[in-house]
Structures are given as structure tokens and as C-alpha cells.
């Protein structure tokens, strides 16, 4: 039985929650691997099952653990942080991070801009627009579902790539000198909804952070439209202001 100090000023629940934190970074615990038993942390830290379920369940607020039903309590894969100072794209902050990238094409279409698209892309109604979804992965990990619109004129034939393996940003600035250099992004919290839930493998209720990129080229003509869903629970991003 480890001691934990009954006459700190640091709760009991807290000092345990610490304590299994520290051994998840330190990657005692592998991702994905169970965590001991309410049972057992009674039996380890000499406390009663209500104060090691108040650990557990500070632990799985701050995304460290997850639960299955049944099953028990496991360590959650390490949150991806973006850096939104820097206009990158998803394959090139996956692969910095030492991970392997990969993308499941959902559809890739030449469609006709309605109201919405050719208001949003600054062109006709009824103009070419590329419609490129894809989910995107992390180690065979599912983390966001991204549908990327694309003035067709700006990339005649660019559906002739397989987006499954190939990177859209080197796509653009090697075939067709596009080069990105600002971006705009709205971001909001909402729950997940049907589709969203089967494809990033989520169970309800489950959150995602919706985000709208637009990105402008070195003419600043906006070379793309895009829309994401990406798991709450994996991604994070961050911001410096100056």
C-alpha cells in the first residue's frame, strides 16, 4: 500500500489523480492499456472506492483516460496539438509529430457551385468546383473528416491525383505554383452528429470541433474552402498572442 497524506491540504482523490498522472506520462501505462481497477487503487492507496472513482473521473475530464462500459478505464492516445500560427496541412503536422499520416478518400467530385459555394469562393453560380472528402488518420487512428472545395479553373485535372496518398498542399504548390500563404479559421464545439459518430469512431455523446479554413494564394485569391470535423477528444490546438 502506497501512504498518502491524510493531513495535506491536497484532497485524497487529487493525490491519487497526481499520482496515476505522473505514471501515464511517464508511460508506465501504454495507450490503450487498462488502468488498475477502482478495487485495486482501494487497495494500493488505502482509500475508499468513491474517493478512487473521483480520480478516475477527474483523469477522463482532462482526457487522459476513457471508459468502456464493462470493461474498465484506459489510457487515451496523447492529444495532437496544432499550432495555429503556422499555415500547415494535416499530413505535414501529423508527420513533425513522428506519427504516419493517411487519409480515406469519401469522394472526390467535379461539382457545379451553388449559392452558398460560389458566394464563399467569390465566383459564378454554376462555375466548376472541386469537392475533395477525405477522412483523415493518425496511425490508422480516425481524427478528423475534412471536405475541401477548390475553384476548378485555379487546378484544372487535379482529381487526376490520388488524395488518398498524396498531400493537397504539395499537390498544389508542384503541378500548379500555388503557393499558400494566409489562412482564416473559425472554429466551434458541437456535438457529433450520425455520420460524424461512425466515421471518427465515437460514441455517443461525443463532441467535435468544427472548423471552417479559408486559405488564400500568393495572387491572395482564395485557393481553398474547407470544412472539418475533428475529434474533441484527440486535438487540441494552440495559440500564441502577441
Avoid: W
Amino acid at each position: 500500500m502506497e501512504t498518502l497524506s491524510k493531513n495535506a491540504p491536497v484532497p485524497l482523490y487529487q493525490q491519487v489523480k497526481i499520482a496515476l498522472e505522473t505514471e501515464i506520462r511517464e508511460e508506465k501505462y501504454a495507450v490503450e492499456e487498462r488502468l488498475p481497477s477502482e478495487r485495486e487503487l482501494c487497495e494500493r492507496f488505502g482509500v475508499s472506492r468513491m474517493t478512487a472513482r473521483q480520480a478516475i473521473k477527474e483523469l477522463e475530464r482532462e482526457g487522459l483516460v476513457f471508459s468502456r462500459v464493462g470493461k474498465g478505464t484506459f489510457v487515451s492516445v496523447p492529444k495532437i496539438e496544432q499550432q495555429l500560427g503556422n499555415l500547415t496541412g494535416f499530413s505535414h503536422d501529423i508527420s513533425t509529430r513522428g506519427a504516419r499520416p493517411s487519409s480515406i478518400v469519401l469522394s472526390a467530385q467535379i461539382i457545379l457551385a451553388g449559392a452558398q459555394i460560389s458566394s464563399v469562393l467569390k465566383i459564378m453560380q454554376g462555375a466548376e468546383v472541386v469537392e475533395l472528402s477525405r477522412l483523415r488518420l493518425s496511425n490508422e487512428l480516425p481524427l478528423c473528416i475534412e471536405i475541401a472545395h477548390i475553384p476548378h479553373y485555379l487546378c484544372p485535372n487535379i482529381l487526376q491525383n490520388n488524395f488518398a496518398h498524396e498531400s493537397l498542399y504539395r499537390v498544389f504548390e508542384r503541378d500548379y505554383g500555388q503557393r499558400l500563404v494566409r489562412a482564416e479559421q473559425i472554429m466551434e464545439a458541437r456535438l457529433a452528429n450520425a455520420r460524424e459518430l461512425d466515421l471518427l469512431k465515437m460514441t455517443a455523446p461525443a463532441s467535435v470541433l468544427r472548423i471552417e479554413r479559408f486559405t488564400y494564394n500568393q495572387q491572395d485569391i482564395l485557393l481553398e474552402y474547407v470544412t472539418s470535423a475533428y475529434r474533441g477528444d484527440l486535438y487540441k490546438f494552440h495559440l500564441t498572442l502577441q
